[in-house]
Each structure stands twice: as structure tokens, then as C-alpha cells.
């Protein structure tokens, strides 16, 4: 995956030995959600709570609208009223399902 500037990549990358989520790691700060193509600053309260920002915060560089609701408009148009519950296709669980649309 490409993103906007190295430091948001670095950011993304960040591994910590000690903790096992970034989610539970303090300085892991940036989320990217690949199926949603949203960008989110972790909120460390003990869950996986995001905060979604619309512009980078190292370059300033506008970031791609979230996908989230056409995500869920799409499914729904193919059948899936329930995704959570139901068995999707396996180009939904990750970013396939947009890569390649002119979105």
C-alpha cells in the first residue's frame, strides 16, 4: 500500500515487541483500515476506537475519502443485508473490492 508521504508509511509500519496490538501500543498513533481505505488516529482507551482524520498529519496531504458506506451500499446492492453475520466475498475483507474503480 502506498501512502502519501514516508512519515505516514513509517507511522503504519511502527512494530512494537512489547505489545501486540498497535492498539495497545502507545506510540503506535495512525490507523489505516485497508477495506474501508480510511485513515485514524488511535484513541488509547483499552478498545479499538479510532478517530478519523480527513488530512495528513505529517504532510498535510488531503487523505481519501472513507469507503465505509459504499462498502456497506455495495454488499447490500449484492444481497448482504447483514455482513457481520453473513459470509461476504473474500475481495470485501480487504481493499480489493474498489482497487481498479474509479471511485
Not at 34 to 58: M, N, W
Not at 81 to 97: H, K, N, S, V, Y
Request: aromatic share 12%; proline share 5%.
Amino acid at each position: 500500500m502506498k501512502h502519501c508521504c514516508s512519515a505516514m508509511a513509517r507511522a503504519l509500519e511502527h512494530q512494537c515487541a512489547e505489545h501486540e496490538s498497535r492498539f495497545d501500543c502507545p506510540d503506535a498513533l495512525i490507523s489505516y483500515n485497508e477495506k474501508f481505505d480510511e485513515y485514524g488516529l488511535i484513541i488509547h482507551d483499552g478498545g479499538t476506537a479510532v478517530s478519523s482524520i480527513a488530512y495528513c498529519p505529517y504532510c498535510g496531504h488531503e487523505l481519501p475519502k472513507s469507503k465505509r458506506d459504499l462498502w456497506f451500499d455495495t454488499l447490500e446492492s449484492m444481497g448482504y443485508d447483514d455482513p457481520a453475520e453473513q459470509e461476504i466475498p473474500a475481495e470485501f475483507q480487504a481493499g480489493d473490492w474498489y482497487r481498479g474503480k474509479n471511485l
